[in-house]
């Protein structure tokens, strides 16, 4: 097995040099890398600008023996379960606030909440990765809180995943480790032999789907949201990506030859998009969906008036947010907003201009826009209404949410929240 040598730099010009297989990921490289370096690192980019996606392999990222990579220091990030907030600083240590059964006391597990650099969040649970990768869990004992039946084997882990009632965790050596509901995924021993050489996993409400770097797909959990793909496993070859999400109920697979398959506990259907080399997908259920190449070919599956369509986007950009199980907004290439399935006011369209990212709560939504300031819209209770915070909506550089309110990280760490108390 050969080899590369990569040296990874910080801004500040310190750097320290890495020896991986070429099948490692570049999650192990950036674990390696932080652990020499001595810092959080939160993301790598090439010489050329490319973001390199954690569970690549440093092969298929492009990445040659003696290329330099460039490491970017983890900023302060913020996660949500359904009824608290999670905030990792700058520091790796960590704070939370909100409901105490849902994560949002974290007193019993504070000593242990040091060098973190990524929080998870299920619907009652949080599961932080230190920088050693451990990982520590708090929140609803018996939806992921509690992970001491295989805390022997939470070592090394580069990812997690999660769905609402449990965890699943990618160590180094693309094994899987899952805790929380069984009837959830939190337990995958049915499978644990099919579980290796993992490279991506996603969820549904209550299901898990590995992707292995075979190109096959391995799921278990709940049969009613997708943990059953029997139905179309003879379909599950040559798959690229997987897509899920906590609020779905459904999985859907990208193969190599551009089709779309899609399977629940109820149906199951294949979709022929007509694209070569899909690089974006959002999946909002089996029948409504929006996928994208990386030059702008857009293909969307809504129930709307559009229907079914192949269409040429030429400023689409890389951003797509679900506004609804009818509706998708893609933010394009020159900040603006283009939306397929619903009416949107005027009014609201020109405040969207220039906008970085959409986030949602059930039923309201907050954009930041490059000059980070923040454009809401919907439900008031629910966040749609930021009238109370307006004045301290400024220098915003990251949103959360969870079903009823935002919170909002300030450039000076300070953090602004609204909504539904």
């Given at each position: 097995m050969s080899s590369l040598e990569l040296r990874v730099a910080l801004l500040s010009g310190e750097e320290a040099t890495v020896v991986l297989p070429r099948i490692?990921?570049?999650?192990?490289?950036?674990?390696?890398?932080?652990?020499?370096?001595?810092?959080?690192?939160?993301?790598?980019?090439?010489?050329?600008?490319?973001l390199l996606q954690g569970s690549?392999?440093?092969?298929?990222?492009g990445l040659s023996d003696g290329d330099v990579v460039t490491a970017l220091v983890q900023e302060g990030a913020l996660v949500a379960t359904e009824a608290a907030f999670a905030f990792i600083r700058p520091d790796g240590s960590v704070v939370t606030w909100g409901d105490p059964d849902s994560g949002g006391d974290s007193r019993a597990v504070q000593e242990d909440l040091r060098d973190v650099v990524q929080i998870k969040a299920a619907g009652a649970a949080f599961a932080a990765i230190r920088r050693d990768g451990s990982v520590v869990t708090w929140g609803c004992r018996g939806l992921g809180g509690d992970?001491?039946?295989?805390?022997?084997?939470?070592?090394?882990?580069?990812?997690?995943?999660?769905?609402?009632?449990?965890?699943?965790?990618?160590?180094?050596d693309g094994r899987v480790v899952a805790w929380g509901d069984p009837e959830a995924g939190g337990d995958c021993s049915l499978v644990s032999d099919q579980l290796h050489d993992v490279k991506q996993i996603q969820s549904t409400m209550r299901a898990f789907?590995?992707?292995?770097?075979?190109?096959?797909?391995?799921?278990?959990?709940?049969?009613?949201?997708?943990?059953?793909?029997?139905?179309?496993r003879h379909e599950l070859e040559n798959v690229r990506k997987i897509a899920g999400g906590q609020g779905n109920f459904a999985f859907a697979a990208i193969t190599a030859l551009g089709r779309i398959v899609v399977w629940d506990g109820l149906d199951s259907a294949v979709h022929e998009t007509g694209l070569d080399n899909i690089e974006y997908f959002y999946l909002s259920d089996p029948y409504r969906w929006v996928a994208a190449t990386e030059d702008g070919c857009l293909a969307l599956r809504l129930t709307s008036r559009q229907g079914n369509a192949v269409l040429k986007v030429p400023d689409f950009g890389t951003k797509m947010q679900s506004l609804d199980k009818a509706s998708v907004a893609l933010i394009q290439r020159d900040g603006t907003v283009e939306f397929w399935g619903c009416a949107v006011p005027q009014p609201?369209?020109?405040?969207?201009?220039?906008?970085?990212?959409?986030?949602?709560t059930d039923r309201?939504?907050?954009?930041?826009r490059s000059d980070d300031s923040v454009v809401t819209w919907g439900n008031p209770r629910d966040g749609g209404?930021?009238?109370a915070v307006q004045q301290q909506l400024t220098n915003i550089k990251a949103i959360q949410s969870n079903r009823c309110a935002f919170a909002a990280i300030r450039e000076d760490g300070t953090v602004v929240t609204w909504g539904d108390t």
């Open positions: 490692s990921s570049v999650d192990t490289l950036r674990k390696r890398a932080q652990d020499m370096l001595n810092n959080s690192i939160g993301k790598l980019i090439t010489t050329a600008g490319v690549a392999s440093l092969e298929s990222a992970s001491s039946r295989v805390r022997s084997q939470l070592r090394h882990v580069n990812q997690i995943q999660a769905n609402m009632d449990a965890f699943a965790a990618i160590t180094e789907a590995a992707l292995r770097a075979d190109g096959r797909v391995v799921t278990w959990g709940d049969e009613e949201c997708g943990g059953d793909c029997t139905d179309v609201l369209r020109d405040e969207l201009r220039d906008v970085l990212h959409i986030q949602r309201a939504f907050a954009a930041i209404d930021r009238c």
